[in-house]
Structures are given as structure tokens and as C-alpha cells.
């Protein structure tokens, strides 16, 4: 639907030209809801703006449908530009228009006629949940409301593919996740194409089918969200990725908590007691987790911390367990973990047979 090719753009700046995007290889699939997300500088914008025409790249191409977008005249390029429907994170509404003519803007400059725009902006209006506002001004409505006269906007020509330029970016948790959930509606109604563009880990983990990964102007990494976000391979997604689920144990609690331990095995002879820090990637998360570890005999497992997560099926985070038993125990119930699939020793927090 979308194949981006050997894409590179450069800037020229005092200090010399710079390489805002090194070179980038993607493909887009008709129908998915694709995210691009990296950290600011990362070359997003860059490249919004060479997908909606309004950057000339270096190098490379863009194909849209079969058609090739770079390279085209100015007039090819304004008629090119309506079969992408842009969202902004500003919302870039008309102040002294209605909601109704706001949507209907885009309709009067591709030439419909005035009862063909009535229709459409009426079922638009509709389709966004808006159609009681069609009549105020955007002073008058909220944010979310704002963004869904954006979104009807971007629909109003019928465009091949939805653009989303960090929509969600200026609104608060709960009217992000209605805008991305308005968004999931209108893909699975049209069938269309969207591209969200975000330095958000929760817009791609709410919606987004497929990830690509972006970080000084290079792809570094794509695939479904799903694994992207239990398998994270480069530094730059495992950041991205450990700040979303982040979940440490404070200083404070692991004092007490190692404290008590200590304690508990002076008063217990023969016994340890130890402290994991344990990262579920891929792991068909239930009550039987620690099942096969806890069969080795005389071992105790308590689950100090967790923050688990459901990714499109997919259990991913971060736990803290409190192991008790004899050194031996506790080695085999460690082995037995690490066979355990998904589920991996991250870290030996605390481990008495080491005091
Ligand atoms: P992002 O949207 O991911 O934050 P940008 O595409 O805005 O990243 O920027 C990528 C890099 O290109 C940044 O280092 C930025 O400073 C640089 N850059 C962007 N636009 C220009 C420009 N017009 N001139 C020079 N450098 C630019």
C-alpha cells in the first residue's frame, strides 16, 4: 500500500548539512494500522513530511498504490496530496468556521456541490459522534471534540490513508484512549489505511497492528506490536519499552524487605531466601507460572511487585519474587524458571547465600 525506499533527507545547516534521515525501508500493508515512534530528534517529523508531499527527500521514493509520489509536478502533487487525510496534534481548525464548515472545508476546495457536501459532512459528523455540535465554533467545544472534527476533516475526500501526526499528543489519558478508539472504529468500518506517527507508547500499544522503531533517522527496528514489545532487541525500544512498563521496587521497600529476610534465615538454620527481579516476554502468564519451580520441595515463592501487561494477547512486564528454602531448593527452582518459556532472571536482587 505504502512502500517508503531508500528514503534519505538532509539538511542544510550553519554548521553543515545533516542527515535527518539516513535511509529508511518500509512497507505499509492496506487496511493495518501502522505506528512510527521514536524519541524527539528521531526524524518523524521529517518524514510526515516527506510522506504528505510537503518535503522533497534527498533520495529514495514513496509509492502510494502502485503510484510513485516523489518526484511529481506541483499539480500532480496537489491532486496526490487529497488521498492522504492528515491529523494534526494542534488540530489546525478554522477559528471563525463552524464544526460543519470546518469539515466541509477540504469538499468546497475539491469543487463538490453544495448539497453532495451536506451529505457527506452530515455523515461524517456521524461517523465522529459530533453531529449535535455541527453548529458551534471550535472555541465552543473540548479537545477530543476538536480532534474528532480533525478526523472527519481528513475522511471528508476519501483518502487512501489516514495520517496521524501525534493527534493524541495534546489531549489528556482518557480522551486519548476515545480518539483511539474512535480511530480502531473507523478502521474497521472503511478499511482504511492508518499511519500514526508518535512518541507515545500507549497510542502504539492501544491500536497499532505493526510498529517500526525510529531512532537517528534509521529504522531500527519493525514488526507487530506484540513482539516488538515483549522482544525488544535495540536499546532505543527497550527504553522505550522499560519506561512504559516501569515498575521498580523503591530503595526504601528493598531495605525493609532484604531486613526481614536476613532476620528470617537467622532464625531459620539451613534455609536462604532471595530476590528476583523476573521479565515475562512471550509468557502465557497464569497461576501456574511458578508451578514447575515450586515443585522442587521446601521452597516458598511470594510475589513482592508486579506490573504485567496484556499487548494484543501478549503478557509483558516485570515482577519481583521472594524465594525461600534451602540453597539447594532455591538453585533447582531457579534452573526450573529459566526453562520456564518467556520468563527470564533479569536480576538477583537480593540472595542470603551471597551475604
Ligand atoms: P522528530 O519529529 O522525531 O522529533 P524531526 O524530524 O523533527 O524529529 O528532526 C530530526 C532531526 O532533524 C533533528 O535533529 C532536527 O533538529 C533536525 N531538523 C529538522 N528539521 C530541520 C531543518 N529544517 N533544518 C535543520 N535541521 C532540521
Redesign the pocket.
Known sequence: MIHIKDLRKT?K?PKGV?E?IKKIDLKIEQGEIFGII?P????????VQCINLLEKPDSGSITLNGQVLTGLSEIELRAQRRRIGMVFQSFNLLSRRTVFNNVALPLEIAGVNKEEIKSRVDELLNLVGLSHLSDRYPAQISGGQKQRVGIARALACHPDVLLSDEATSALDPETTANILDLLRDINRKTGITIVMITHQMEVVKQICDRVAV?SH?AVVEVGATADVFANPRHDVTRAMVSAATESNLSEDSLEILVARLKTWVQAHPGQDAAIWELHLHDAQVSGGLFSGAAKHEGVSFSLLQAKVEDIKGVAVGKLYVQVQGSAQAILNARQALSNEAGVQIQEVVYESAND
Do not use: E, P, Q
Not at 40 to 46: D, F, I, L, Q, R
Open positions: 539538511y545547516t545533516f535527518a521514536g524527539s530528534g528521531a526524524g518523524k517529523s521529517t518524514l525510529l533517522g
